[in-house]
Structures are given as C-alpha cells and as structure tokens.
C-alpha cells in the first residue's frame, strides 16, 4: 500500500517511523516532511493545507491512503474536499471531517458538547465583541485565578491564566476588541481555573469501536520546574504512574464513551484520533479540552510503545473495522526530551548545522524543525528534535533521553533536563 503523511513536525516523523516498519508499507510520502522522514520516505514539496496539490500527488503517486497529522488541515475541511471530488472517494482517510474537527477547532462547540453529554468539564462562558460589557462584569464574579481561551486555533498560544482581575479584563479586551490572536478570537471561552496534574489520553476510533491508546504527560513550560513562557512542548512521559486502573476506568465510563455517544447523537461520522487534554482533579478526569488529531511531543512516546502494526491499525480505522483489530502495548517506560534553537519560543534562528546526532545511541531520534541543506542537516524551527528513549523503568528511560538530549549539537541548542522527574515519586 502507497501512504501519504500530511506534515512536518516530530508527530509526523514518528508516524512515518512506525509506518514504515509494517510489511504492509509499500511506498511512503510525506507532505511536506523533514530532514528525518527524508531519511525513510519521500517528501513532497506540498503544503498540507493545499488541498488541490495534495490531491495530484495523491492521484499521480496512487496512494491508497492518507494520514492527517496537523489540526488545521482537518478543521479546513481535508476530508470534506476528498470526499467531494469523485476521483478521490475512494481513498481512504484517518482524520476526521471539518464538522467532528469541530472539537479542536471551536472551544465554544466543545464546550457545549461537553455540557450537552454530561462531560465533567470546567464551568464556563462564551463571550464575543458584542457581550464585552457582560464579559468584563462575568469576570468580576468569579475566582482568580481564571482561564480566558480563545475560540478557535491559535497556534498553542490562543489560552490566557490571569491572575488578577485586571489582567483578566484587560486580555479579554484585548482578545475581543483588539484581536489580539485573529479571527481565533472573535469568540472567547472564559473557564473556571483547575488545580491538580494535567496529562492526556488518546482514542483512536471509526465513529463505533475504539481503542484506547497509551496516556501521556506532557511539559508545555519553557523552563525547568515548570517556569516561564508556553511551548509546544518540551518533552513527555508514558506511561503515567498516577493513572491508575480505576482512573482510566474512569476516563473511559465518564469521558471516552460519553464523547463517542455524543458524536454519534449530532450526526458525525468521526474517524480518527481524539486527544483528550485532562486535569486530574482530586483523583478525577476533568476534560481540559478536545484535540483531533495526536499530540506533539506525546506521539513520540506514545507510538514506540504501541506493539500493534500501525498501519494495519490505520487501514482498519479508515475502513470503519477498528472493532476487528488486535491492538497492543508494551509495558516499558517512553520518555521524550525536546532540543529547541535557542531563543525559542520567542525568535529564534534558522539554519544553524546539526551535528552529533550520528552518535545518538539506545534511543529514537525525531526531527521536528529540521530540513536538508545539500548533505547536511539544519535548524528548520522552535523545536528542533525529539529524543526518545525506552526501558523497563521510568527513571533509566528518562537516563537514555537526557544522555541523546545533550549529543546533539548545534548554536544555540537548549533542551530541559527535568523531563519526568517530576513523576518518578509515583513510580
């Protein structure tokens, strides 16, 4: 079978590591790709919002089934488009339609699913340019701190936690009135503040069955013990020791099976991945929010310890027979570490040669920023690459992380060296 991979960061290198290990892999392509799938697929200079070329390479390469990796394709309608050109129905998909994007792709829709089909969630109101005044009295009456969300994609960066309740007045203006994140905020979600860890939990689904994929947790923080600016992630650990049989029980009864009812209820045939983002909450889940599509960093600890044939999986969700494949996990313990540019989230260079990566042993390199300059390999983005090592335990993991963390090289490099320690007292 002929695969195509829509994207470009580590997510997507991880989805092309483990495709490319089915006997089931023909050729592989990924659009646009990195200097990492370069290595074990071919790229295609296509971006993966230009609908129109993916579908000619798709049509020209005779692939059989495509891959969405990133949010923003799947909430412009990738599926949609595929779905409504004759000459394309008959390839197959994981990822869902702009309407079950929905979930990622409006907070005011996922929160109003929430309360709908009785999802524990954090209480909350939507307010627009035109309710400002309610807006700024709604805040008055509530506890600080408090969560201001921007209603549609921003990139990771669309979520405010004001303090004070000036700061919160003030950003929700500036959200509103100012546009301070786009038409992402023309709508904002004002939510109740949460205490407790947060972590996530990923349902691969077909609209009917379901398999629940190993937990993570990841580290948003720029900084070492969680200090300073939101990232797109620093580095992740699966599994995570405090979720405990009888809590994921409790994601799956109150959370998972509510999630697929609902969708299902409004009409959307869902296929593909769900990634519930969960606060645990005085030992409960706490549904933070709904992604539609896998995590990143997360998938680089998530799919190394799926034994299952991936592809198979794929194959079966897109066909709707999710409920006929075997699926299995390894027991071991993944820990990711994320090598950034150095400045990063703020600017940040480009360009700048990697090296040593050649000598990184006992752990799984993904490049997420990266492309190729002639034979050699450079600093492509924020996040650079993911560093992924596997054991038997939580902290010789983290060991083999850290130690392939600090072999890579290049100007500027920063990298946490906190990464799971955190959860080591639950091990």
């Known amino acids: 079978m002929n695969i195509l991979i ?11 590591w483990k495709i490319a290990q089915s006997p089931l892999c023909e050729k592989l392509f990924v659009a646009p790709g990195n200097a990492g799938t370069a290595a074990i697929a071919t790229n295609l200079a296509v971006g993966f919002n230009d609908f129109e070329k993916i579908a000619e390479q798709v049509l020209e390469n005779q692939i059989e089934l495509v891959i969405v990796g990133p ?31 929905m979930l990622e792709g409006s907070k005011d829709f996922s929160k109003n699913f929430m309360v709908k089909y009785g999802i524990p969630t954090a209480k909350s109101q939507t307010f627009t340019k035109d309710t400002l005044e309610d807006g700024l009295a709604y805040l008055a009456t509530q506890k600080l701190p408090i969560v201001l969300k921007a209603d549609g994609l921003a990139a990771g960066k669309g979520v405010i936690i004001a303090q004070t309740l000036e700061e919160a007045q003030t ?10 994140f786009g038409d992402a905020s023309s709508k904002v979600v004002i939510e109740e503040f949460l205490t407790g860890i947060e972590l996530s939990v990923f349902v691969l689904t077909d609209g009917e069955s379901y398999k629940i994929l190993p937990e993570a947790k990841d580290y948003k923080r720029i900084g070492e013990a969680d200090t300073g600016l939101n990232t797109g992630g620093m580095g992740a650990v699966s599994p995570v020791p405090f979720a405990t049989e009888k809590f994921m029980q409790s994601v799956e009864e109150n959370i998972v099976k509510p999630t697929l009812t609902g969708l299902q209820a409004e009409g959307i045939k869902y296929n593909g991945f769900i990634f519930i983002g969960l606060m645990n909450h005085e030992g409960e889940p706490i549904v933070i929010e709904y992604n539609a599509r896998m995590g990143d960093p997360e998938t680089e600890v998530v799919l190394p310890r799926i034994e299952s044939d991936l592809l198979t999986l794929m194959i079966a969700t897109a066909k709707g027979e999710l409920g006929q494949a075997e699926f299995s996990v390894s027991k071991q313990h993944a820990v990711t570490t994320v090598v950034v540019a150095g400045g990063y989230p703020g600017d940040y260079n480009k360009g700048d040669v990697i090296v040593g990566y050649e000598n990184v042993e006992d752990a799984s390199i993904f490049h997420a920023g990266t492309k190729l300059d002639g034979n050699l390999v450079v600093t492509n983005g924020g996040r650079v690459m993911a560093l992924t090592g596997m054991s038997n335990t939580l902290e010789r993991a983290i060991q ?27 091990s």
Do not use: C, N, W
Request: charged share 30%; glycine share 12%.
């Open 400 to 426: 083999k992380s850290q130690k392939a963390a600090g072999t890579i090289s290049f100007e500027g490099k920063y990298y946490r060296r906190d990464i799971g320690l955190d959860v080591l007292r639950y």
């Open 6 to 16: 829509l994207g470009s960061g580590g997510r997507e290198h991880a989805f092309a």
């Open 171 to 180: 950003s929700l203006s500036e959200m509103l009135v100012d546009a301070k």
């Open 71 to 101: 949010e923003e394709p799947l909430v412009r309608g990738v599926r949609d488009y595929f779905q409504s050109r004759p000459d394309l129905q008959h390839v197959l998909m994981v990822g869902p339609d702009s309407k079950g994007a």
